[in-house]
């Protein structure tokens, strides 16, 4: 059965605005109300379960403390009173995300700083009108950004933009139909050299990803090559360095794209990744394993699929080793391929459909304790 569903993305459009008192404003402003919800933080100790070490924990001020702040920074603004309100909703939306991913253990006990110029354009501070957005910057002051050569459509709903010195990034609403159940599901194991899928139907699949790897170590080197050239020369070294990033990311994605469009050419097909965070793979004192694992692009791939087809993300821990139908979890000691233990049941039905994804040849089951081998491989999603 087939359902509409409706998504936002995000497109861009250039734009030749001098706006830079203002962003310098706002950037001040931001970091500010992040500097007083960040002293504002209460911290509380919790034991770690299964552990004797404690650790600290922040509670983030209410809405009370909002309604504050908002009184305390309109005095002496000299924009628009709308755009104090987009300061205060990103300086708490920044702080939650901090709190997210500090309680996960990838952020520290820092303040976040914001170091780039970008506004959050509010919905009561722009209005679209034909091929024109007009954004309020002061009282009875606007600005227009023409939208006429955007490749996109604006026939849905528009999100909140953001504005930057040189563009402007609107969310709008589009349609896709989707699957309510897919007709086969499809797992991805994200390597160093290559992805290797498998599904009941296909088998096994694998793409090589040795060319972006090679990619990503031929513009290593000519980064190292430049780095000689800035030392004597500053200005001619920033101009190499935007010249070969630009083009290297350029590559690199246009790689990707071939890769997730051969992914998402499965009919009817809903994909397994693991959701993979490179920050808790890197090791201590191991250059050469962390500069290998930075230009991995397993993110950037799952982000492109996911433009084309359904994707599922599942946690990466055990995918290796556990099986998808019986859920029974690999011993470390067997390192010759997938192995299911025999249950110890005096029952043979009940362990006969529990593996009964095992071929007929191999469902008998011998004394207690014994292995047998699990011909069918592994799934990462079921």
């Known amino acids: 059965m087939v359902r509409l569903v409706l998504t936002f993305k995000t497109y861009s459009v250039p734009h030749n605005l001098s ?3 203002f962003f310098y ?6 970091n500010q109300m992040i500097g007083a919800v960040w002293n504002q933080i209460q911290w509380k100790e919790k034991t770690i ?6 650790r600290l924990l922040p509670t983030i001020p209410s809405y009370s403390f909002k309604k504050t702040m908002r009184n305390q920074y309109l005095t002496g603004w000299e924009y628009a009173a709308h755009w104090v309100d987009s300061a205060l909703r990103t300086a708490f939306s920044i702080i939650n995300s901090w709190k997210k991913n500090y309680v996960r253990g990838n952020r520290k006990r820092k303040k976040p700083v914001v170091k780039r110029c970008f506004v959050r354009v509010k919905q009561t501070l722009m209005k ?57 599901r499809i ?12 599904s009941p139907s296909h088998g096994w699949i694998k793409i090589d990803l040795k060319p972006l790897h090679t990619l990503h ?3 290593d080197n000519k980064m190292r090559t430049i780095n000689q050239v800035y030392s004597k020369n500053r200005r001619r070294g920033k101009q190499l360095y935007r010249k070969y990033g630009k083009r290297c990311r350029n590559r690199v994605k246009n790689y990707l794209q071939q890769i997730a469009r051969r992914i998402a050419s499965f009919p009817a097909a809903q994909h397994g990744f693991e959701k993979l965070e490179k920050q808790q793979m890197n090791r201590k004192h191991k250059k050469r394993w962390n500069r290998e694992l930075n230009q991995t692009d397993w993110r ?46 005096e029952n043979r039905q009940t362990a006969e459909r529990q593996h009964k994804h095992l071929p007929k040849d191999e469902r008998s089951f011998p004394a207690k304790g014994v292995v047998r081998r699990h011909t069918r491989g ?3 999603l079921d």
């Open 217 to 219: 170590t031929t513009y």
């Open 128 to 184: 679209i009108s034909g091929e024109k957005i007009r954004i309020t910057i002061k009282p009875q002051e606007h600005v227009n950004i023409d939208l006429s050569k955007r490749y996109f459509s604006l026939k849905g709903k528009i999100g909140e933009p953001t504005l930057t010195r040189t563009k402007i990034h609107l969310p709008t609403e589009t349609k896709h139909t989707e699957q309510n159940k897919p007709a086969e």
């Open 300 to 345: 950037k791939l799952v982000s492109l699929v996911r433009n084309l087809a359904p994707v599922a993300e599942v946690s990466p821990f055990y995918t290796s080793k556990t099986c998808s139908r019986c859920g029974e979890i690999q011993s470390p000691k067997e390192r010759k391929g997938f192995r299911v233990p025999v249950l110890r049941t």
């Open 25 to 30: 404003s706002y950037k001040n402003i931001l």
């Open 19 to 21: 706006l830079d008192q």
């Open 187 to 198: 797992g991805w194991d994200s390597n160093k050299f290559s992805v290797d899928g498998f």
């Open 49 to 54: 379960r299964r552990k004797k070490q404690k």
């Open 378 to 380: 592994r799934v990462a």
